[in-house]
């Protein structure tokens, strides 16, 4: 009965309340929600918030607001998790970075405590936006590191689409914008393969920005263009109104100054009806800084005014926020100090006996404090110690590790050699004497032709498999030619005879590096590739090596159907690539969807 009743007087409450923003849309949706009941309401509230909340910000944080109490007067917890995150989501579109943060943690909270696998990685997603928002870019893929890891363990194409858009933006904007285009095409087929057009105008507005920066302004127009026509497909108007600024922009940076009025203009209009007061701000300006480019200064400065007086309103309503608080706070002051006043004469009493207490405190507290401080010092001495243990150990095994791969390859190499001086210089030898006997047989017997022919065959197919085995555990080109001739060596002869198609691409990687780093990885690159031919059912390959600032990178990306890195992670051949990264400073990063293949990015600090 209690439930019921709290149910109904807020739901009338928040209907009063939406009504004040005199918004047809949000009137009608609350009446609507009145006819739900129980969980039911909670449910067509949590689905109906993006549309309420892309007609008016105002309307969808009260929408929301009064979905989160709401689920916590149902006690349902999944349902205060979404609550929470859709609230964050809302406070972070309106600018309120604090209020977002907040939401969005309490959500990660809930859905860790209940295991919400799918909703633990969405939240994650939204943590990496903040993140990025405060320039935490290492946060920031971390949370995308753990969403990917969750949204892929329970098949949510969505969220696992949203994580990797997500990590493009952020390499974007660490300037790694060949490596950000790689995220976005690989968040764009998953995003076509599920017909989530939301998030794949998103994707599209992305990549626009990436081709601007990059200067390639055709390829930002084609995306731009995308973009709009998805948004206004779906009826995200907040999506449309985000483009619009951009291409008005990009017309002002190709100095198409009339396009680019007509834009801000048709852009502005839009941002009116959504009472969109950031995005007014922002365009009045830009379009200030068009009309000074045209010289018609007076115009010029009409929008920048225009601009400068939207600031002011964004600060008045914080201010007027502020006040209410500082109101409530008054009165509350002055209700305490009126229930002081009666209790005056029972101060001073109350006064001498605190003191005597705080000097019993005082003592107390410094001998405990004494007691702490030591143990403090004897721990952090142990820790000291048990961490020069640790390194040392960690160093005694990487040099363990080390030598068993110089092993390794000193053993390889001696084998390699081996089998070119001593069997192929045999086979070789007998491949001569052999030719020579077939001739004068052939003139004996002409019958035994056709078997001479097919023995000769098997006899140059072991040579020529002898020396292909010679040259795999050692090869000579990797040794005179450096890295690039050696894997274009290996790829032409592991897959130019397969079904498997591959390309090859290197950029900014002129000069030799240390032996041990070309050989390292030759063979991580080696290990990659026989996963792709064995286990990823691909026809299509692809390897990227590079240069990118203090960073040596590589990419193996193929087709096929992926892994679940979690069921993996112990694999034989897994374990040799991370092994042999430590010994190079080195890291690896797979990424792998059963709907957009397996992506395996090597890193190297020089």
């Not at 009309?291 to 115009?299: I, W």
């Not at 090596?545 to 960073?551: E, H, P, R, V």
Request: hydrophobic share 35%; proline share 1%; glycine share 6%.
């Amino acid at each position: 009965m209690l439930k019921s009743t709290g149910f109904i007087f807020l739901l009338i409450y928040f209907t009063h309340s939406a009504k004040s923003y005199k918004t047809v849309f949000a009137d009608s949706m609350w009446i609507e929600a009145q006819s739900h009941k129980g969980e039911e309401a909670i449910h067509f509230l949590l689905d109906n918030f993006f549309p309420v909340y892309n007609k008016n910000y105002d309307d969808g944080i009260t929408w929301m607001t009064a979905t989160l109490q709401f689920a916590e007067l149902s006690g349902n917890k999944q349902l205060i998790g979404k609550s929470h995150l859709n609230l964050g989501i809302a406070w972070y579109l309106r600018g309120d970075y604090p209020a977002c943060l907040v939401h969005h943690q309490k959500a990660l909270e809930i859905f860790e405590l209940i295991d919400d696998k799918s909703n633990i990685g969405r939240t994650c997603n939204e943590l990496s936006v903040y993140s990025r928002k405060q320039k935490q870019y290492e946060k920031g893929l971390e949370y995308l590191d753990r969403s990917y890891e969750v949204c892929s363990a329970c098949n949510d194409s969505g969220c696992v689409e949203t994580s990797l858009n997500n990590r493009a933006v952020i390499y974007e904007m660490m300037g790694e914008y060949e490596l950000a285009l790689t995220y976005y095409r690989k968040a764009e087929n998953i995003a076509k393969l599920t017909n989530n057009k939301s998030g794949l105008a998103y994707i599209y507005s992305d990549a626009a920005e990436c081709y601007r920066v990059k200067n390639d302004y055709d390829s930002c127009t084609i995306f731009i263009d995308k973009a709009i026509a998805l948004h206004e497909e779906i009826g995200n108007l907040h999506g449309v109104a985000i483009c619009l600024i951009n291409k008005a922009a990009l017309f002002g940076l190709r100095k198409m100054y009339p396009k680019s009025i007509a834009t801000f203009q048709e852009c502005i209009k839009l941002g009116e009806e959504l009472n969109y007061t950031d995005l007014l701000k922002n365009a009045h300006y830009e379009l200030g800084k068009t009309y000074a480019a045209v010289n018609d200064f007076e115009m010029s400065f009409y929008h920048i005014d225009k601009s400068y007086a939207l600031g002011d309103s964004l600060l008045n309503q914080d201010k007027i926020k502020s006040l209410s608080e500082m109101e409530v706070k008054y009165q509350t002051e002055k209700v305490e100090k009126d229930f002081l006043k009666e209790k005056q004469e029972g101060i001073e009493t109350d006064l001498i006996l605190a003191n005597r207490n705080k000097w019993l405190l005082g003592i107390s507290g410094f001998f405990l404090a004494s007691v702490f401080f030591g143990l403090f010092i004897y721990q952090r001495k142990t820790r000291l110690t048990q961490a020069e243990k640790d390194r040392a150990l960690i160093d005694e095994r990487e040099k363990g590790i080390q030598a068993v791969f110089d092993a390794t390859e000193e053993e390889r190499q001696r084998i390699a050699k081996d089998l070119h001086d001593g069997v192929g210089q045999q086979m070789s030898g007998l491949k001569i004497a052999w030719e020579n006997l077939s001739i004068s047989i052939k003139g004996i017997d002409e019958k035994e032709s056709k078997r001479i022919d097919e023995l000769s065959k098997i006899l140059d197919s072991t040579a020529s498999e002898v020396r292909v085995i010679s040259h795999q555990m050692m090869p000579k080109v990797l040794e005179e030619f450096g890295l690039i001739a050696a894997l274009e060596q290996m790829l032409e002869s592991s897959l130019s005879f397969s079904n498997l198609k591959y390309s090859f691409e290197h950029y900014n990687f002129d000069q030799r590096l240390s032996r041990k780093i070309e050989l390292s990885l030759f063979r991580i690159t080696q290990e990659l590739l026989n996963n792709v031919i064995k286990h990823s059912g691909a026809n299509f390959v692809s390897v990227q090596i590079f240069k990118n600032k203090n960073q040596l990178i590589l990419i193996v990306e193929d087709n096929g159907k992926g892994f679940n890195i979690s069921n993996k992670k112990d694999g034989h051949g897994l374990l040799n690539i991370h092994s042999r990264l430590n010994t190079i400073n080195g890291q690896v990063n797979y990424e792998a969807c059963e709907t957009a293949g397996t992506t395996a990015t090597i890193r190297i600090d020089l």
